[in-house]
């Protein structure tokens, strides 16, 4: 459900005195995917011909069809809102299918009263329905008891405006990215709970990565054994700890055993200790830093927040980085020029509020090739660089205001809550990467789902493929 609209509807019914017979009406409705998913949720029917692309595809019809009932249902809206309108009971209903209506179809539906009944007000209507190409697909009969009583009422009908979120499509969708694409060897360090070995699995069963398990052997297969989960074909690498973990997985990308990293259920310090290692580590000349990708379902376009993991009050100097990190990985995922709106309390530049000096001097970076492949404005306000009607009403005039792709934080504390905001109360798909060290980093908090696990994977993985690129170039 989301914002409620008012939908003013006049309703002016014919009495039983006033039908004759021959008099008709009409509706139109194109079939849309929301109507086939509304109409399953309502009624229970999942039938996999109806709401299964991959299974309509299969079968008789080779397409998605809508359920036999939706024109049925139409049917009954011209009796009670049209003809004979407010006050019809319907009372028997016949129908024949004479073909599918399919996604995309316009069906205009037609009742005629047919005879009438003086001695209870019953009165018999032919109903066609027909397509665009004036093909016949449901006909039938319906009996009423038709009003007695004249009504003509303005409806203010206060109806919400209802937008179908389906998660598991878009999770699907991202993974379908890196379909085809050779698995990537990853270093999973200490995946010793449920939901960090299901997501090493689960990226492994769809391709995506080559896990390597670094921990107690004995503690994942026994995690393994409790929860059903198939350790078939994935290498274990025994570790004493979780700190020993962490050190072995990150040695195993030094030595190229491995072309990406994965955090499992220790801390992120743990982990993040030993990729800085000045001795040990995986470091470049870029500053590491986290991102969260996030596909929100009531925003247009895809988000990227950073940082809100790593660096926890980041200067001028790393936000450089931080933001060059994330237009690198914008590029990595189709973005070709991310628009990128450095964000603070207000959009003016304030002496007394230290983030609204670093967007205006960061944004004068931008324009002096000190970052470069993106858009920069800032400072914005939250609310100026996601909604264009809030920008226009600021008198703001901005490429990247109402249309921003990369979020830049102003510390850690304000990107967390808000990547948390996002993910649990928009319902959010969410993944999380470190990026500007030798290899990307999936980094995920320890309450995140398989599914998140395996969605940042998907990113490490479009990483990993754009750095051998790079690397054959």
């Known amino acids: 459900m989301d914002e409620s609209t008012t939908q003013q509807h006049y309703l002016a019914n014919k009495t039983y005195d006033e039908i004759r017979v021959g008099d008709s009406s009409f509706l139109t409705r194109t079939l849309k995917p929301e109507d086939i998913k509304l109409f399953a949720i ?31 249902s139409l049917i009954s809206t011209v009796l009670g809102t049209q003809f004979p309108g407010p006050g019809t009971i319907l009372v028997d209903q016949t129908l024949h299918f004479a073909r599918p209506v399919t996604l995309g179809d316009t069906i205009t539906i037609t009742v005629t009263a047919k005879q009438k009944f003086d001695h209870n007000k019953h009165v018999i209507f032919d109903c066609v329905c027909v397509n665009q190409d004036g093909l016949q697909v449901v006909r039938g009969t319906a009996e009423v008891l038709a009003p007695t009583e004249k009504v003509e009422h303005l409806l203010q009908a206060h109806l919400p405006e209802i937008r179908i979120d389906d998660k598991y499509e878009r ?11 050779e698995p990537i060897p990853t270093a999973v360090a200490h995946p010793c709970d449920y939901e ?12 995506i990565i080559e896990p390597i398990l670094v921990g107690p052997e004995s503690k994942i297969r026994s995690v393994a054994e409790e929860n059903g989960i198939d350790l078939s074909g994935i290498r274990i690498v025994n570790a004493n700890h979780s700190h020993d973990s962490a050190a072995i997985a990150v040695s195993l990308v030094r030595n190229g055993d ?7 259920s220790l801390h ?4 993040m200790g030993e990729v800085v290692s000045r001795a040990s580590g995986l470091r470049t000349s870029r500053r590491i830093s986290h991102v969260f990708l996030m596909d929100v379902p009531t925003y247009h376009r895809p988000l990227l927040i950073t940082d809100a993991a790593i ?5 001028l100097e790393e936000k450089v980085d931080i933001i060059q990190n994330a237009i690198d990985l914008a590029h990595v995922i189709g973005i070709p020029e991310p628009k990128v709106a450095i964000l603070s309390a207000v959009e003016t530049v304030n002496p007394k509020i230290q983030s609204t000096l670093d967007a205006a001097a960061l ?6 090739g000190q970052i470069k492949g993106g858009i920069l404005d800032g ?19 901005s490429a990247v205001a109402g249309h921003a792709e990369i979020l830049v934080v102003p510390d850690l504390e304000s990107g967390n809550m808000l990547a948390k905001q996002l993910e649990y109360l928009a319902n959010a798909l969410t993944a999380g990467i470190v990026l500007g060290a030798r290899v990307p980093i999936v980094l995920t908090s320890r309450a995140d789902s398989a599914e998140t696990r395996t969605a940042s994977c998907v990113i490490a993985a479009l990483m990993a493929h754009a750095n051998r690129s790079k690397a054959g170039a």
């Open 379 to 397: 400072p914005l306000a939250f609310d100026n660089a996601v909604s264009i009607v809030a920008a226009k009403t600021k008198g703001i005039k």
């Open 196 to 207: 960090s070995l299901k997501g090493a699995v689960l990226a492994f069963q769809e391709g």
């Open 311 to 315: 660096n926890i009050a980041p200067t």
């Open 268 to 271: 992120t310090d743990e982990l």
């Open 171 to 181: 999770y699907q969708r991202l993974l379908a990215r890196v379909r085809g694409l």
């Open 42 to 72: 309502m009624t229970g029917d999942v039938n996999p011909a109806v709401v299964d692309p991959e299974f309509s595809e299969s079968g008789m019809f080779r397409e998605v069809i809508a359920h036999g009932m939706w024109s049925g």
């Open 363 to 368: 944004c004068k970076m931008a324009d002096r």
């Open 258 to 264: 491995a072309e990406a990293l994965m955090k499992g």
